[in-house]
């Protein structure tokens, strides 16, 4: 089982990423799927989840509005979309994929929104 996180990096204030996460060795299509952060020193919070056939979707509070989730179940991948940044959007982005009492999770990928 594998989720490779990808399209992090240094944005200005106001910018925006796209970031990508691929999944090999289960089946994709009947997970649900997550984005986390953690920022340093915080705990790990749920940025976003989007159910199994991307028919639904619930964001935290503090990205409605500026983050977009979404997955394609053909090519394996989901992504989120992140517009608007914030200074209080740096964090590691990690995916999960949570089936049951299963969950997998991706290595993560820098976020850093700065100036």
């Known amino acids: 089982v594998q989720l490779v996180e990808s399209g992090g990096g240094l944005v200005q204030p106001g910018g925006s990423l796209r970031l990508s996460c691929a999944a090999s060795g289960f089946t994709f299509s009947t997970y649900r799927m997550s984005w986390y952060r953690q920022a340093p020193g915080k705990e790990r919070e749920l940025v976003a989840t989007?159910?199994?056939?991307?028919?639904?979707?619930n964001y935290a509070d503090s990205v409605k509005g500026r983050f977009t989730i979404s997955r394609d179940n053909a090519k394996n991948t989901m992504y989120l979309q992140m517009n608007s940044l914030e200074a209080e959007d740096t964090a590691v982005y990690y995916c999960n994929a949570h089936k049951g009492i299963i969950d997998y999770w991706g290595q993560g990928t820098q976020v850093t929104a700065s100036s």
């Open positions: 989007i159910s199994s056939a991307g028919g639904s979707t």
